[in-house]
């Protein structure tokens, strides 16, 4: 029913890396300027350069699953250049994302490629302070702010994952980050450290944040899917254990029709131009998936616990009252 979505088309490609990379460039220059007049528009340009770059990191996911070019040299040049921007590294981050959709929603495998959760079972077996760091880390402040922050200065600068057969892909991990650091150091000199700082980090805080949001979204949802991996299937982990995420028709745009995870994850090979033809001309597809609206994805801030016995998560409230 999808196979055919996951042609790729050059002319859709090419015009996306044009409106998504012009745009974003142009505001980082048009925030250069604007700290000769006030910091609060600068910073105000920073959130709307920080969805351009989310839309970049979009681009570089496709890249990685190699379905935005039809050329597997096209799309490492281009995954590798939005890496720059990211400065997420290409190929260790999309080997690790692919691991992700190998094992989405098996319990046995977690917190490669999504946010880490503990079972009710897990959490009641743990000790007082290992019960007290879980409610810190799943709190908001850390998911949302201090999270991303860790995760692009820390998590994403040393190959803490470590597989067989990934002697190149750690090789190529330091390039990429050899090459932000040359290519940022590059601009802090020209432009001067501390305009460079006030520029490009707020822009990176909010990509990171929006970034960490999508994720929580996609697979944290209440009426989740979560299996063994003996009795794990590859098509309800799609269909259920990610979401809809039924965004207005700018932010849609903006993140790369990567609200149709659901498809996404049947599918890795259909680009991301082509989500939103195969969600409409195949409705059978939406009928069965978790569809959420913002209003609606705000409530998944609470969920917490996956119960095993209720099949869906929970909240700590909802934990302790049981």
Same mark, same amino acid.
């Given at each position: 029913?999808?196979?055919?979505?996951?042609?790729?088309?050059?002319?859709?490609?090419?015009?996306?890396?044009?409106?998504?990379?012009?745009?974003?460039?142009?505001?980082?220059?048009?925030?250069?300027?604007?700290?000769?007049?006030?910091?609060?528009?600068?910073?105000?340009?920073?959130?709307?350069?920080?969805?351009?770059?989310?839309?970049?990191?979009?681009?570089?996911?496709?890249?990685?699953?190699?379905? %935005?070019?039809?050329?597997?040299?096209?799309?490492?040049?281009?995954?590798?250049?939005?890496?720059?921007?990211?400065?997420?590294?290409?190929?260790?981050?999309?080997?690790?994302?692919?691991?992700?959709?190998?094992?989405?929603?098996?319990?046995?495998?977690?917190?490669?490629?999504?946010?880490? %959760?503990?079972?009710?079972?897990?959490?009641?077996?743990?000790?007082?302070?290992?019960?007290?760091?879980?409610?810190?880390?799943?709190?908001?402040?850390?998911?949302?702010?201090?999270?991303?922050?860790?995760?692009?200065?820390?998590?994403?600068?040393?190959?803490?994952?470590?597989?067989?057969?990934?002697?190149?892909?750690?090789?190529?991990?330091?390039?990429?980050?050899?090459?932000?650091?040359?290519?940022?150091?590059?601009?802090?000199?020209?432009?001067?450290?501390?305009?460079?700082?006030?520029?490009?980090?707020?822009?990176?805080?909010?990509?990171?944040?929006?970034?960490?949001?999508?994720?929580?979204?996609?697979?944290?949802?209440?009426?989740?899917?979560?299996?063994?991996?003996?009795?794990?299937?590859?098509?309800?982990?799609?269909?259920?254990?990610?979401?809809?995420?039924?965004?207005?028709?700018? %932010?849609?745009?903006?993140?790369?029709?990567?609200?149709?995870?659901?498809?996404?994850?049947?599918?890795?090979?259909?680009?991301?131009?082509?989500?939103?033809?195969?969600?409409?001309?195949?409705?059978?597809?939406?009928?069965?998936?978790?569809?959420?609206?913002?209003?609606?994805?705000?409530?998944?801030?609470?969920?917490?616990?996956?119960?095993?016995?209720?099949?869906?998560?929970?909240? %700590?409230?909802?934990?302790?009252?049981?």
């Amino acid at each position: 029913m999808i196979q055919r979505y996951q042609r790729s088309d050059t002319k859709k490609a090419l015009f996306q890396v044009l409106n998504s990379f012009l745009p974003f460039l142009g505001l980082w220059v048009l925030m250069y300027f604007s700290l000769n007049w006030s910091y609060w528009l600068t910073f105000g340009l920073a959130i709307i350069a920080a969805w351009f770059l989310v839309r970049i990191f979009i681009i570089q996911h496709d890249c990685g699953h190699q379905s %935005f070019f039809k050329s597997r040299k096209l799309n490492n040049a281009i995954g590798f250049i939005s890496s720059l921007f990211s400065t997420i590294p290409y190929k260790y981050w999309s080997r690790t994302h692919a691991a992700h959709h190998a094992h989405n929603g098996q319990l046995e495998y977690r917190g490669l490629g999504d946010i880490h %959760f503990l079972t009710t079972e897990e959490f009641r077996n743990r000790s007082r302070w290992g019960k007290l760091s879980y409610w810190i880390f799943r709190s908001p402040i850390v998911q949302f702010l201090i999270a991303p922050i860790v995760y692009l200065t820390v998590s994403l600068r040393y190959p803490f994952v470590r597989l067989k057969g990934w002697k190149k892909i750690r090789w190529g991990y330091f390039i990429n980050n050899l090459m932000v650091v040359i290519l940022y150091g590059g601009l802090a000199i020209v432009l001067g450290w501390q305009k460079f700082l006030l520029i490009h980090i707020p822009i990176l805080l909010f990509f990171g944040m929006i970034a960490f949001w999508f994720f929580y979204i996609q697979h944290q949802h209440e009426e989740n899917y979560k299996k063994s991996k003996d009795t794990w299937d590859h098509l309800l982990a799609s269909m259920t254990g990610s979401t809809y995420y039924k965004l207005p028709r700018v %932010f849609q745009w903006l993140s790369g029709n990567i609200g149709f995870h659901h498809i996404h994850h049947l599918n890795s090979k259909i680009p991301n131009y082509n989500l939103e033809a195969c969600a409409k001309e195949n409705p059978v597809l939406n009928k069965f998936v978790n569809v959420l609206t913002f209003r609606q994805s705000l409530k998944c801030i609470n969920n917490k616990l996956w119960d095993e016995e209720k099949q869906r998560m929970v909240s %700590f409230r909802e934990y302790y009252r049981k």
